[in-house]
């Protein structure tokens, strides 16, 4: 079946360096919908960034992200870290085919720590 | 105004008690989901639904059921909790665009 496999567990960053967390996947559909979701403390998790088409990068709230078919990928990436960055971040998959059902199948999850 | 809503928000049951989650929507979503999460394997899908009366297994639905009785409503059951269901419960709604809208939480401890 799908899979999702992101940067394990914990990365703490000083503010002002860049963010970049690692997602990769596995899947038999050809076009797939790759997504990062967010989850601060005490809130809910929400979609930060979905993927477009192949080799294009797609940006949101200063983070950003490209999906490349060629390597199975869809990192995270920001030039600069702000403490309000820390949070739990989810990479997800949907095969595209089950549009109806918009299932996704989730990472791990990444918690990213920004300290002055 | 939360358009998911979940209750209760923190529950406590005894193991082998029934255990009813409920979840609430105002996005006029077909599907609704319900995950748990847990450290170390992230959200996890357990049923959803693609609308009123209908219901499907997601990736760890064993020891769970769920139920679905109007567009608004989706309901997640533990018949016989067990201590190994201890965990964080989310509700989301979608549509067809894939973007899901999680609901704040429900924290579940079995004794």
């Known amino acids: 079946g799908d899979s999702v496999t992101q940067t394990e567990g914990l990365v703490t960053l000083t503010e002002g360096l860049p963010v970049m967390l690692n997602c990769t996947y596995q899947?038999?559909?050809?076009?797939?919908?790759l997504f990062w979701y967010v989850h601060y403390l005490n809130e809910s998790p929400r979609l930060l960034l979905k993927?477009?088409?192949?080799?294009k990068r797609t940006e949101h709230q200063g983070f950003h992200a490209t999906l490349h078919k060629s390597s199975s990928s869809f990192h995270l990436q920001k030039s600069s870290a702000q403490l309000s960055d820390s949070a739990l971040y989810y990479c997800?998959?949907?095969?595209?085919?089950?549009?109806?059902?918009?299932?996704?199948?989730f990472g791990h999850g990444t918690i990213l720590r920004v300290h002055p | 105004e939360a358009a998911v809503t979940q209750s209760p928000r923190n529950k406590v049951a005894v193991t082998g008690g029934k255990v009813t989650l409920s979840c609430n929507q105002t996005?006029?979503?077909?599907?609704m989901y319900w995950y748990r999460q847990d450290t170390g394997h992230g959200l996890r899908l357990i049923h959803y639904?693609?609308?009123?009366?209908?219901?499907e297994k997601g990736d760890i639905p064993d020891g769970y059921k769920a139920s679905r009785p109007s567009q608004e409503n989706f309901s997640l059951i533990l018949e016989l909790a067990t201590p190994s269901q201890t965990s964080v419960y989310f509700c989301?709604?979608?549509?067809?665009?894939?973007?899901?809208?999680f609901g704040p939480g429900t924290r579940l401890t079995v004794l």
């Open positions: 989301a709604s979608g549509t067809w665009g894939y973007e899901q809208y």
């Open positions: 899947t038999i559909y050809s076009n797939p919908f």
């Open positions: 993927s477009s088409t192949d080799n």
């Open positions: 997800a998959l949907s095969d595209g085919i089950g549009a109806n059902t918009g299932k996704l199948t």
């Open positions: 996005n006029n979503h077909n599907n």
């Open positions: 639904s693609y609308g009123a009366g209908s219901t």
